[in-house]
């Protein structure tokens, strides 16, 4: 096509085939939807987040659906880093995209370990770096809520890795522009946003909460406002990039969260209803832009009309 | 290899109070399908219900028809009882494993009301590929609900024997007990058992094999957000010194029935 409009989105150091990227904890390792959708559609694929050591996660039951929504406490479940390089980045090194994995840490310690270990192995592109789970009790609340903290873990994965360093901020804070500068001023090559928002549902019969671990994290349509509310305050905040995430079902919803400032975006819980979302998502994008006479995506990111 | 399809509706067929057949046609999942695969259905174009919801295959035929045995039970399910001919939906499937129907030469297939789904699929399979006797014990509330769900069999050549709550129609109790009154029969060299129903009626089958060294499969049923083995929502409890979690839609739904941490699941 002569006039197609050019989707490639460059982001911490990097250039992405388009801005949709998947979600962590959604799109598993990548492999478990490579029969149903195009990888190489996708401007990156993010993993599942990855700890030092396997985890076993929450007791079931772990998710829930509420009103347009998903409330999950999978507890951070994964193989670890190394049967993360043993098993899945084989797959992923040869998916036809960007590989972005995404870590978790219960010490600063750990997150600088798991920056040290994947910056040395080949068919990783970028980290992101949960601060903000509120699934686990010992987990990443503590960071991504406080200020100190996150400055901590991003100056630590900047020590320990050469690769670029996104840091994904946690909704479940007063002030999200605080989060945001520290992470910029410690040094973050891009940030992203939301993680789950942290909720609860009750089985008012049983008098029972409805997931094993009482409390979860809300993702889907549902958190998508609040979403875009904290894209468009932290766009406006600092001058790293930003990945817009929360509730993105459709290239509408997308397209949204570029007009608040975002310079890509994540799809997670619409993977669920729709293994091809994402991919069609980057199709309704560029539809968009040529639609609207726009050669980039670029060139619509923050133009919100005030 | 698993495909998301539009689905399109044949027929959709009432079989008493709020349990209803869906044929599909679906050429490419149907084509795949076996015995306790399942697929997920999208019940709904809008964000509520929003996520997909697991239906095991109960019937597929050479022309790429798909059929789904369901139960109203909440939202999704009452959309998907109001689908009408020539309406579309999407499905992702065949999903999970199945049963192993080449372990025994003979099998009990023990089902709870619309957990005859995968059962009758592993009927029509056995069947098909001959030398093995079957023996059918199904139960539900009431005769009413019970004799639809096993109309299947008799065409086969396969005898029900029939338990309901009410004793409406054949034994007046549970389906444990059928089994319990052949116990004495079962040769635990020859003969399996395949289970799909209720928690409690899978926990309490699996507590009778156990005891009486019977080899059993059950497939089980937990709440799924995305079923291709993503979400890590789908767990269940493993035993003795098995995995800690079992995750029903890639390592099950099938299962031994002594892999399974049974109290978890009940409470
Ligand atoms: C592998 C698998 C195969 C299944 N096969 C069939 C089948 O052949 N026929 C059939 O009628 N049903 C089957 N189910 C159950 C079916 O998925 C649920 O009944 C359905 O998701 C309910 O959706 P809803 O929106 O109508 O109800 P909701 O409003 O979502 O829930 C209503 C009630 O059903 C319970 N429920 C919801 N989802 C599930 C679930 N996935 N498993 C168990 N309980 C659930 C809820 O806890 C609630 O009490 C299967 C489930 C699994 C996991
Ligand atoms: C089942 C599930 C598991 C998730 N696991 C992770 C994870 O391991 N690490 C992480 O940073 N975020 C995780 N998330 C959060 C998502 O990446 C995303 O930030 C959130 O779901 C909001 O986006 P959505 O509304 O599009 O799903 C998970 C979300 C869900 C629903
Ligand atoms: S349903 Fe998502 S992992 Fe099994």
Redesign the interface.
Known sequence: MENAPDLKTAIAGMTLRNPVMTAS????YGE??A??TNLHRLGAIVT?GISLAPR??N???????T????L?A?GL?NVGVQAFIDAKLPFLKNCGTRVIANILGDRVEEYGELCAILSGVEGVDAIEVNISCPNVKQGGIAFGTDPEAVAAVTKTCKKNSKLPIIIKLSPNVTDITVTARAAEEAGADAISLINTITAMAIDAEKRRPRLANVIGGLS??AIKPVALRMVWQAAAAVRIPVIGIGGI?TADDALEFIIAGAAAVQVG?A??????AAEEIAAGISAYLERHGLDSVAALRGSLRL | MKTVERARVKRIVSLGRNLFRLDLHSPQIAGQAWPASFVMARTSEATAPLLCRPFSVYQTTSEGELQILFRVVGQGTANLSRLRPDDEISLTGPLGNGFDLGARKEFILIAGGVGVAPVFMAAKQIVRNGGTRITVMAGAATGEELEPLTAGFAPLGIDCELATDDGSLGHHGLVTDLLKQRLADVSPQRTGILCCGPAPMMAAVAGICEQAGIWCQVSLETMMACGVSACLGCTVAGRGNGKKYLHVCKDGPVFMAGEIEWKTLLT
């Open positions: 904890g959604t799109f598993g478990e939807f029969e149903l599942k076993p996660g007791p079931p039951p772990r998710v829930v659906e009103a347009s929504g998903l999950n999978i479940e889907g349509p079902m819980t993977s669920f209803v729709n293994p091809r």
